[in-house]
């Protein structure tokens, strides 16, 4: 292997592994078939896939005030591990996450059951000493994620992960449906009512169609319609993303990659020929994963992101999917529908001084919101779920 710049080495572990610490775009481009392998022989989730990776690497805006760190493991020729990493800047801290952090819903590595735990532990040496970061912090973590064995076989060494405070949510819906409308009748009297009301509101202002859009037709008109839509609800929330801006490449980029892996699937639902909402999706584990969401809300009284879940949920049981996964967040509109949840977990780990006194800041912070929240009465909330 070249190194591609001063940080970058290949490092001999035994006489089959060695790790690699890549950090050019050129290496990255230059490792994509083993890495297009790997990801292929372990059925990876599309976050940890080369596609949607150089996918954000070259479209992300702010990539001078970032680096990539992703750790490869070699047995031969052939890479049996991968963990996609990146620095970025932060409130003044410098990071280590994983590549594509703010896109990715599951964080993990690739690792091959012919990886050895040595050259993990190896690896992880080599990645902390390459620099460039005050505090590591990998979140988004599945129970089942092979993270976790890296996590195990540092414990209890100066390298070692931390189990962090910080949960995310995942909800799902699951059981043993077996058509779309079976599953829609065992929904409250409620929730078939506004369904049944939302539509009847539509179809006054035209015909109203719900469809997947076959793999061969142009997205540029829907991903431009997602990206309006989406900037209109963050400027109302006062939220910003670099995601929907109106250059529209790395939204593009990552529905490249998406579709490059032949896994999307983008739902509409058009009235009067106008999308009022969009639900771009894709399949992996025989389970249907939404990505992102969006609606008109000019034609919010008629909850249209709600109709639109409804149709692609069934539609994924009448297609005998056996989950349908919100992904990461907990937003009221996912708990509509979901019976199922899934906690995602943090690890952390200081690197510097500063990483240290960040997380003594963290700790303290999170010992006195503890505190206060016990001290609370619990009061019943009257609260409304949201529309999407």
Known sequence: MNAHSPI?????IAAAERVEIVTSAARLAEIEPQWVALWQQLDGLVFQSHAWIEAWWSTVPDRGSRALRIGLVWRGDRLVAVAPLATARRRGLRLLEWTAAGYTDYGDILRSPECSTSALRELWRNIRRSGGFDLI???????????????R???KSPLALHHHHRQEASFRVAGP?????????SQSKKTRQNYRRGRKELETAGPLHFRLLPSDEDLGPVLARVAELKRRWLQKQARQSDLFAESGTTLAALIAALHKSRILRVFVLECAG?????SINFVQHNTMMAFITTYDPQFERASPGMLLMVDYIAWSIDSGLKLVDFLCGAEPFKLRFANQS????TVVAARTPLGHAALAVDRLRETYRR????????????EQPAED
Not at 8 to 12: D, F, G, L, P
Not at 177 to 185: A, K, Q, R, S, V
Not at 371 to 382: C, E, F, I, N, Q
């Open 8 to 12: 970058a080495t290949t490092t001999a």
């Open 137 to 151: 912090m990998l979140n988004r973590l599945l129970p089942g994620a092979d993270v976790h064995v890296l996590t």
């Open 153 to 155: 076989v540092l414990e």
């Open 177 to 185: 449906f077996t058509t779309g409308t079976g599953w829609l009748e």
């Open 274 to 278: 106008v999308v009022v909402a969009v």
């Open 342 to 345: 899934v906690v995602l977990s």
């Open 371 to 382: 505190s206060r929240d016990k001290a609370k009465p619990v009061k019943a909330s009257a």
